[in-house]
């Protein structure tokens, strides 16, 4: 029987054809919403230096472990606490905002997605860089977004200029990725200034690594949305938290799509891990030390190889060589089980992107690389 609707399937979509087998498109595809996926960074399964995805090589503040140790499985029975409270709250004492002013999400993606759904709604493109987060497009093609990507200059800066023009909103990540590049808060500040009628996403998950936060800008604009996750700095990626901080009104829009969407975004389990890691400020503050600590040292070494680099103020590196393809060496580091990114692509075919890991990590990775520039 399934053999036979198999079959009857087949013959509804593959005919054979003088150059063989083409696709028929079945009545109901014409409706389907269809989009190009984002593509996240492989997760190896087996033993591998994970470079590749700019996750933290620390462990999460020792309470993390300790909430979930003390958790009640009884708890899961009920539905968590829509509002998110717990951890709304423990986010605005750190920020020194109003728990009004905070939305969470399941990691920033969520939070990004639902600003996009809330914000961008207009008929006139949404501009973001060249060279950015790729998630951007995606849900632009997701949710039917006109948008417009001017270029950042040679050195990979954002052009502060192309962005004062008629929009409908501005998203760009600061520090940017995959570039590592920080734009002083000067910048970012004209940006939203010349935007007034747009709403302004910063996309700040790698800002803990580099300067100023646009945070403290939030009282002074109120088309400003500053979204920032516990992925990175925060050693939670697996755990699913991000946020946006903002004014009041964008907040309480957020929210009126969340609960038109899914009023249980945040689990039970997250919210608690989520709280503990926001209190351990020394911690988390130790953490970031030593990543800078080694993504400075790291610089010295990449110098020597004769690589070169941007001037990184996030917790990975966007790194070239004017002997080595670039895709070549991605794959010989694959191969030898030190995992990095690469994407290609017009103006970055030449570059990989190297997420500082441990000092034990990285010592490894040059330690290939030196062997690898000296066979040839
Ligand atoms: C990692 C990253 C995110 C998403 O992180 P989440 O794990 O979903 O919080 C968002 N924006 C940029 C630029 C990132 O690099």
Redesign the pocket.
Known sequence: MLFLNLKSLQKNIFKEGSKGAFLVMREFEKNIRKVKPYVPGEQPRQKAIKLN??ENPYPPAPGVARALKDMDAESFRLYPDPEASALVEELAGYYHVRPEQVFVG???????AMCFLTFFNSKKPILFPDI??S?YEVWAELYRIPYERPALDAEFHLVKEDYYRENGGVIF?NP??PTALYEELGVVEDIVAHNQDSIVIV?E??IDFAGRSALELIDKYDNLIV?Q????ARSM?GM???YAIGGPVLIRYLNDAKYSFNSYTMNQASLLCGVEAVKDKEYFEEGIRKIIETREWAKRELKELGFHFTASQANFLFVSHPAYDARELFEALREEGIYVRYWGGRRISQYMRITVGTREEMEALFSFLRGYIMER
Do not use: C, E, M
Not at 229 to 232: D, E
């Open positions: 995805t700019n399941v990691g920033s993606d969520d939070v990004l950015t987060y998630f990540p940017n990725a996309d998950a790698y979204v996750t516990f992925s990175k990626a699913r938290i991000g």
